[in-house]
């Protein structure tokens, strides 16, 4: 077996997660930090998918 986390402790430790954003920010701020995150996740998928090379980006950013 390759060092994997079981499912029950990934779920249970993103429903603590959840709970606890819920409870302190309300559930819209959730929401729009759970949407936030699937979108930067998909668009990370794609970027890594398809090879896309970021470093002419990074280096516009870069100090000299």
């Known amino acids: 077996m390759k060092n994997k986390i079981p499912n029950s ?3 249970g430790v993103l429903g ?3 709970a606890t954003l819920l409870m302190t920010i ?3 701020n959730t929401f729009c ?3 936030i995150t699937m979108l930067a996740s998909a ?3 794609g970027l ?3 090879n896309f090379d ?3 980006l990074v280096q516009i950013f870069k100090r000299k």
């Open 43 to 45: 668009i990370g998928y």
């Open 54 to 56: 970021l470093t002419p």
């Open 26 to 28: 309300g559930f819209t």
């Open 9 to 11: 402790w990934l779920l």
């Open 33 to 35: 930090i759970v949407v």
């Open 48 to 50: 890594d998918k398809y």
């Open 16 to 18: 603590f997660i959840l």
